[in-house]
């Protein structure tokens, strides 16, 4: 189940190397995969074949690591804007056919779920997470709704999408464990916009 | 953080005496709170003042005693038919109040928060927790809807709510987590109802 997507790094790359931020990013996912608590910043320079202090020089502490590998899981930066900026019709649709997407990709699924994990059992990992999710992910869906309570919504939203893959792919409780992800994007989608869009009847009769 | 409720049972109690289940169950509640794993039916008996016979003849094995534990602080049989037997109408309205209710009482919060962190983290308390949910839960909600898929819909439903609990009780992230239960429950018990019931428009229609 805990199938490590890293590479071992060869030892004295200089830290020049244009992979060496790369080869650090992927041992610290394979690593918190396993657990936040367990993993230091010396097992993760073994583990990339670098030095620790040029994991410090790069990410600054754990923490800084932690979260560098959560964004590159998750990659919110780089894939977040196509969805919020394209039609708002569908939007629902695109948001949960992404979010999926990351959740039946192994190699993004098993550090993403372990960070979830981890947040609930260790309340360093908690902080982490809170502010990933507000700052990385609940601001940018947030602005797709002209609603008061945006950022609220934004978050119910984020909630929902965590609690079904928690069903899903953690406790594997059927039928939502075996429905194909279209169905599940067709269910949820349209939830999706209802919480962050103006009701559609309520616009008609403005 | 883990204030236990349970009370010390009185060595030598007989096994007739009307409250030694509910002792143990306090107990189980109790260590369970603390971990699935490290929880044996030798610390309940100790924790509850009973032989661990006892608890075999009562639940069977630690499997029967933890669906108990989490049966006693969700109590379905017991809350959820006024729910569902009452008017269509409000129904997510009702199901969220209560659902939320459970998680404001400390008391029964720590142990469902208690069951939920264990099962992702033990495939033994996984399998508990997809028995407990399927058949105390997901099959009773379900009945509330005629639709086709009126069982991915309860499981769906289940999964926001649990998302939403993980992200307030949990991960404690604002806004979600200091918006008042009423404004929540009036967030979403629409959303309830939207995914369970057929869609007014097209009953119009019919």
Redesign the interface.
């Known amino acids: 189940m805990a199938a490590s997507g890293s590479r071992k790094g060869i030892g004295g790359r200089r830290p020049g190397d244009p992979d060496t931020r790369g080869d650090i990013i992927r041992s610290a996912k394979a690593l918190f995969s396993r657990g936040y608590g367990d993993t230091s910043l010396r097992a993760v320079a073994r583990e990339a074949g670098v030095d620790p202090a040029l994991i410090v020089q790069f990410f600054g502490s754990k923490d800084g690591l932690f979260l560098a590998a959560m964004a590159d899981a998750m990659r919110p930066a780089e894939e977040l804007p196509a969805i919020i900026d394209g039609p708002r019709k569908g939007f629902g649709t695109r948001l949960a056919s992404w979010y999926f997407g990351l959740w039946e990709d192994d190699s993004r699924r098993l550090p993403i779920q372990a960070m979830l994990?981890s947040?609930?059992?260790h309340p360093a990992a908690?902080d982490l997470?809170?502010t990933f999710?507000?700052r990385e992910i609940?601001d940018r869906v947030a602005v797709v709704s002209r609603r008061k309570?945006a950022?609220?919504?934004a978050?119910?939203v984020?909630?929902?999408?965590?609690?079904?893959a928690?069903?899903?792919y953690?406790?594997?409780?059927?039928?939502?464990s075996d429905?194909p992800v279209s169905?599940?994007v067709k269910?949820?989608g349209p939830?999706i916009d209802?919480?962050l869009l103006p009701a559609p009847r309520v616009t008609a009769s403005r």
Chains 1, 2 share one sequence.
């Open positions: 994990l947040a609930a059992a908690a997470l809170r999710v507000t609940a309570d950022r609220l919504r978050e119910v984020g909630a929902h999408l965590i609690g079904t928690m069903v899903r953690v406790y594997r409780i059927p039928p939502l429905t169905a599940l269910l949820i939830t209802s919480y």
